[in-house]
């Protein structure tokens, strides 16, 4: 999809006005893209016209940069498709507060189950107590019991022959005699919905009564999911939905439908398989990710995460400055480590998949090693000020890192493209930055 637009996109930026014709090839190519990345039929059709009627008013035709403006349109509209704001967890009036955990087998409800906990922790200082509530195969009770002690957090669970809204019911008294504040239901799950599941879901819900149904959902499972989705919404009255696996290939089409089709909002976003890999998922963000403009957002909270916060501050203030020094690079390849698998922070970078140049940088962690070798290897004054590395400190620098000197030159090199790059990124970021601001 990214692609697709971002040629269209191309065209249109060249002109002075968008012509209807225009919007009419641009929202073609629009229409393919989300067909192909599985969205609804019928939810393409209408987003594609809603689009046009905003497009091809006033709005586009007087504006400066009437490119941009259909992007923005498409944007808006996308994120409005996807649930407008971003949408928060419940808190029950009187604790514990219950969230119950639906979906189909290997949609991710256990995995997700700890990371929710794990969040709840986290961000909000919560006591979750973890129920497994799936009796049909020993291993999903063992599975959950382990994510337990990984999270070093409570688990209740009986053999494999008890029931499971007795379960449900004893972990309730559990969570409110050992005032835990969060009680978290993982739930069986089929391969395919039918109605043994479906009553024992309704059961355990009567019985506890729970603030939150989430609905986890593989986002994997393209168009699939919007049936699911419906007939688990029509049955339990989800409040929300997980969406998982959004690690992987797809663009999230079925994030797109399965909000127009529930009008159930999608709270959060499994973004791998560890237990820190949830995210609130934003819409806004997710429209941008649709469309290719990356994910600075997530980017820069990601990092922000792993790194102090006063820091993260710091080194944006440098970037943008420019006064972003090798000491500075060292220092976050450091975070940069912390942080997880770097092809994934690379595709989070605006068109970063459009530069040539950051492809070709070798982002393993033996890379990391040589680069702090090599900066290490340079006096402070040439980390402030790169440009006095003449060919001599050059080759002092190698021998001194044990490195050799096209390996010296290229990392001069690159840190120079990431700081041109850098500056772009914060660059782009100010629009965004102004509007969305403190948090
Ligand atoms: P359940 O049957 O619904 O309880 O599903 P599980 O929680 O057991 O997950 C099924 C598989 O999907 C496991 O291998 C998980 O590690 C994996 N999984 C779950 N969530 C994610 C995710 O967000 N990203 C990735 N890559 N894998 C996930
Ligand atoms: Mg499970």
Redesign the pocket.
Known sequence: LADRLQNTIQKIKGKGKVTEQDVKEMTREVRLALLEADVNFKVVKDFIKKVKERAVGQEVMESLTPGQQVIKVVKEELTQLMGGDESKIAVADKPPTVIMMV???????????GKLANLLRKKYNRKPLLVAA?VYRPA?ID?LETLGKQLNMPVYSEGTDANPVDIANKAMERAKEEHLDYVII?TA?RLHVDNELMDELIQIKQNVNPDEVFL?V?SMTGQDAVNVAESFNEQLNISGVVL?????DTRGGAALSIKAVTEKPIKF?????KLD??EVFHPERMASRILGMGDVLSLIEKAQENVDEKRAKELEEKMRSASFTLDDFLEQMGQVKNMGPLDELIDMIPGANKMKGLKNVDFDEKQISHVEAIIQSMTVKERQDPSVINASRRKRIARGSGRSVSEVNRLLKQFEEMKKMMKQMTNSQQGKKGKKGKK
């Open positions: 979906g189909l087998q290997g949609a991710g409800k256990t995995t997700t189950t799936d999903a599975q993982d799950g986890v593989d998982t696996k959004l690690d992987g976003a499994g973004m791998g398989e890999e949830l």
